[in-house]
């Protein structure tokens, strides 16, 4: 059936192709008696769960499972539910190590004569659904496809030797873990983060820290930030002034507009409209802080690592540095739950939520030594690049994992 395009080294023979019921057999062995209690999900994203941990709460009663398939483990499930992620519904294999019990709207097969790692992650690709539209229907009922349980079974199936299949399985199992351990240090570092910013800045009413670095003994001074330095309100800019054509203009440094304040849905604004707006409001300096008024109210952006002057959904608020503070510890002040009990605490004008220049001013903040700030800063700031380290790598492998499953396999013909 022809070899795919990227394979492991020293393999060259065409890959054969098997139907699936040649290396599985349809389950269909009845919960009779009630052996097995705990019915299992198939999520698209998630995979095979027990169905209390999906839905929070078992939505079945033990009566009704005697009907249930029984799924033992390593038994691959088909789920008919269609989604945007499972545009035929998802194959996923029980990895739980244990047996339960599914729906009969489900279909359960069991393997043999093929490597269960190698059959799982073909079951990622996209490579199965042209036989499913081809032989099913999505049509009936919209959120469900439909195909006989015989049809299903004759489902091609790309089947090079079982040494190569191997190779693929460990190769794309390998790829998950590493995905998953950058996931878990980067919750762990976000965790980590969260739990400093709760105690290395003051509470409320407090003017100590929990936590804070060996050698600092001093009480923080209770200050306002338009006490601080001066404060600016930054100029809202609408998309169709980026470019005289509309096109996102995209420039190597400088300013960001932010296209509803994600990070991956971003344009840089020309310096044509950046000059012009500078010589209304100034020249954006590094270490001066940026607060949105609107939107996401009271996110900060820091000059030059992060985020924009101008966004087309929010007002922003200005805060000059001029050497008046340390810009991360100003910058993490912002994320901390001190600052945020404060805003939560101010009273909003309307249905949306704005935080206005005044109240910027009028806002309470904590002052250690400059000497002080740093350390704090440059903490919270190592944890940030520890995060998006992660986030990358993660983005990173499963680019790769992507690339990978679209030409690791043949396509069925």
Not at 175 to 203: G, S, V, W
Not at 248 to 254: E, G, N
Not at 374 to 392: A, C, R
Request: contains cysteine.
């Amino acid at each position: 059936m022809g070899k795919p395009k990227v394979r492991f080294k020293g393999y060259t023979d065409d890959w054969e192709q098997r139907k699936l019921k040649e290396i599985a057999d349809k389950v269909s062995e009845k919960n009779k008696n009630n052996e097995f209690s705990e019915p299992f999900t198939n999520s698209a994203e998630q995979g095979i769960i027990s169905q209390k941990d999906y839905f929070d709460r078992e939505i079945v009663n033990n009566e009704n499972l005697d009907g249930y398939y029984i799924v033992r483990n390593d038994d691959f499930i088909y789920n008919p539910r269609i989604s945007v992620t499972a545009p035929v519904g998802p194959i996923n294999r029980n990895r739980l190590g244990r047996n339960g019990v599914m729906s009969p709207l489900y279909t359960v097969f069991r393997t043999h004569d093929i490597d269960n790692l190698y059959l799982e992650f073909y079951f990622k690709t996209t490579k199965w659904h042209r036989f499913m539209k081809l032989n099913g229907d999505s049509g009936a009922r919209f959120d469900r496809f439909t195909i006989s349980s015989t049809q299903f079974m004759e489902m091609p199936i790309p089947y090079p030797t079982l040494d190569e299949q191997q190779k693929i399985g460990k190769y794309f199992d390998s790829l998950d873990h590493l995905i998953t351990l950058h996931q878990r240090k980067c919750e762990n570092a976000q965790k980590l983060k969260k739990y400093m910013l709760q105690k290395m800045f003051p509470k409320n009413g407090t003017n100590v820290p929990e936590i804070r670095f060996e050698g600092f003994k001093d009480a923080w001074e209770q200050r306002k930030l338009g006490e601080i330095t001066e404060l600016k309100s930054a100029s809202r800019v609408h998309k169709d002034e980026w470019t005289s054509n509309g096109v996102p203009f995209y420039r190597s440094s400088d300013v960001m507009a932010a296209i509803n304040g994600t990070e991956n849905e971003k344009a840089f604004i020309s310096e044509e409209l950046y000059e012009k707006l500078s010589k209304v409001s100034g020249k954006l300096e590094e270490g001066d802080i940026l607060v949105t008024g609107g939107g996401s109210v009271g996110n900060p952006y820091i000059v030059p690592d992060n985020k924009p002057l101008y966004t087309k959904d929010a007002d922003l608020l200005w805060i000059k540095n001029k050497g008046k503070f340390h810009p991360y510890f100003l910058y993490e002040f912002f994320f901390s739950p001190t600052f945020r009990n404060y805003l939560g605490s101010i009273s909003h004008v309307g249905t949306i939520a704005h935080y206005t220049i005044t109240q910027l001013s009028d806002t309470p903040i904590c002052l250690p030594s400059f000497e002080e700030q740093k350390k704090v800063g440059e903490y919270f700031q190592s944890l940030d690049h520890l995060i998006t380290l992660h986030q990358h790598k993660c983005e990173e492998l499963k680019n790769i994992k992507k690339f990978m499953l679209q030409n690791m396999f043949v396509q069925e013909k």
